[in-house]
């Protein structure tokens, strides 16, 4: 109980949670947000979700995930694994997929979205993969 390592992995593990919570919930927000009339109460609400969302839980477990990970590489020396360059070049990805999460909600905020449903179905697919390929490096760690 006493390691620390463990601890940070711990927190690691809860905030990649929290953040893959967030990224795979948003485009599914969004594909019903599509359907909804501008100025609408259900529109109106939507913009409260996403932005919540987003804000209280998708950017800080972002943030805590990065730090928590570097940190974890640095205390077990494992910057020069292979597998860790695999998996921080998903996680860049996914860093990439949550800005422009973060940009549409900014677009329905200003009810601007011209984006349809099949689009956001599309672009839910995207962290999953990701997020699935970051679990495979750290779990499988090929190229050690
Ligand atoms: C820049 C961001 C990240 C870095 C540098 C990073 C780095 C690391 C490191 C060094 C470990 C410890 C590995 C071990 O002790 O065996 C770890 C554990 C883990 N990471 Fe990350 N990580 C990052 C983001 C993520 C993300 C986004 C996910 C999931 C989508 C993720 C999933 C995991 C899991 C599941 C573990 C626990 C693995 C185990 O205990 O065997 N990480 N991460």
């Not at 929290?18 to 599914?28: K, V």
């Not at 599509?34 to 109106?44: I, T």
């Not at 020069?80 to 329905?108: D, E, N, Q």
Request: glycine share 6%.
């Amino acid at each position: 109980m006493s390691d620390p390592y463990l601890w940070l992995k711990w927190i690691h593990v809860l905030a990649i949670i929290s953040w893959m919570a967030a990224m795979l919930y948003l485009p599914r927000l969004f594909v019903y947000h599509v359907e909804a009339e501008p100025g609408s109460k259900q529109s109106e609400t939507f913009k409260v979700m996403e932005r919540r969302l987003l804000k209280a839980i998708g950017t800080p477990a972002m943030i805590v995930a990065f730090a928590s990970g570097i940190a974890l590489g640095w205390m077990a020396g494992y910057w020069s694994s292979g597998w860790l360059h695999g998996k921080t070049l998903l996680v860049v990805m996914l860093a990439a997929c949550h800005g422009y999460l973060a940009r549409c909600v900014k677009t329905f905020a200003a009810d601007r979205n011209t984006r349809t449903g099949v689009h956001f179905r599309v672009v839910n697919e995207i962290p999953t993969v990701l997020m699935m390929g970051a679990v495979f490096f750290v779990i499988f760690k090929p190229f050690s």
